[in-house]
C-alpha cells in the first residue's frame, strides 16, 4: 500500500526515529509481528537455531518491505528477468524463490481490485479514507498547499482506474 510520510521541521514521530525514516510503516509493521511472536503461545520460532532465526527473521523482514509499492517497479522487473531466464534454467535460486514470495505477498497486498465488486469498493473506501487523513495532516503540518491526497480534489474514480491499470494489471500479467 502506498504511504507517503514527509517530515516537518517541527513535527518529528517517535515512531520515523525509532525506524530511521526508511519505509517506516513497513518497518514498523516487522517489528509489530516479531513483538507479536514473542508471545509464547505465537512463538513460532521456539524449536530453530540461530542460523534458522535468522534465515526466518530476514526472510519475513524482506517480505514485508516488498508490500511498500516504491518497490513495485524493481519487484516487477525482478519477476520478468526471473520468467525471462527460467525459460532456459530449470533451477531456482535462494533469490528466485524470495523474489517469488515476496511478489505472491505484494499482489496479495493489491489484490482488493480482484475480488467481489462489494468487497473491492469496502477496501477502496478505506484505504481512499486513509490517504485522505494523510492528506489532511499535510495541510496541516506543511507548508506545501498541494497535499498528496486532497480529499477535495482527488478523482477517485480515476485514481482507482490508474491503480489497476498501472498496478494491479501488469503484476498479475507478470505473475501468469
Not at 514485508?64 to 525471462?84: C, G, K, P, Q
Not at 497486498?109 to 486513509?130: F, G, H, L, R, V
Request: hydrophobic share 40%; no cysteine.
Amino acid at each position: 500500500m502506498l504511504i507517503r510520510f514527509r517530515i516537518s521541521k517541527n513535527v518529528i514521530s517517535h515512531v520515523f526515529i525509532h525506524l530511521n525514516f526508511f519505509f517506516s510503516l513497513e518497518n514498523h509493521h516487522a517489528s509489530s509481528i516479531f513483538k507479536l511472536l514473542r508471545e509464547k503461545r505465537f512463538n513460532i520460532w521456539s524449536n530453530m537455531n540461530t542460523n534458522e532465526y535468522r534465515t526466518f527473521r530476514s526472510l519475513v523482514i524482506s517480505l514485508v518491505l516488498a508490500t511498500d509499492m516504491a518497490n513495485h517497479a524493481s519487484l516487477i522487473e525482478r519477476m520478468s528477468t526471473y520468467f525471462f531466464f527460467k525459460e532456459t534454467n530449470a533451477t531456482t535460486t535462494a533469490a528466485d524463490s524470495k523474489t517469488l514470495l515476496q511478489t505472491l505477498l505484494h499482489s496479495a497486498d493489491i489484490s482488493n481490485a480482484a475480488k467481489s465488486w462489494p468487497i473491492y469498493i469496502q477496501s477502496a473506501e478505506k484505504i481512499m479514507e486513509e490517504f485522505f487523513i494523510q492528506g489532511d495532516l499535510e495541510k496541516v503540518n506543511y507548508e506545501d498547499d498541494k497535499p498528496t491526497f486532497d480529499r477535495e480534489t482527488t478523482d477517485i474514480v480515476q485514481l482507482q482506474i490508474g491503480f489497476i491499470t498501472h498496478i494491479v494489471h501488469p503484476t498479475v500479467k507478470q505473475s501468469q
